[in-house]
């Protein structure tokens, strides 16, 4: 999920499996299997929560197009130099 470009057409193309590699890397780290520096797990958990909330979106019947059309704001889509 650290690979902007990765993570982008993930959280596109199956925002479940996109919201289960970040909950690992967050349970790796909060297992101590992993460690990072701070802000990139405040990254992480920001992301999650951006996942958490389009999942929940794409399941509403009611709001299937609102959900489609959702992006991560989190998430920084800008191809790498």
């Known amino acids: 999920a650290l690979d902007e470009e990765v993570a982008a057409k993930l959280q596109k193309n199956n925002p479940e499996a996109f919201k289960n590699v970040v909950r690992r890397l967050l ?6 299997m992993w460690e990072t ?3 990139t797990i405040e990254k992480l958990k ?5 996942a958490d909330d389009l999942v929940e979106q794409r399941r509403a019947p009611d709001d299937s197009a609102a ?3 959702y992006t991560f704001p989190n998430l920084d889509t800008t191809p790498a130099s």
């Open 27 to 32: 349970e790796a780290s909060g297992r101590g």
């Open 37 to 39: 520096d701070d802000e």
């Open 46 to 50: 920001s992301l999650y929560a951006d």
């Open 67 to 69: 959900a489609r059309a």
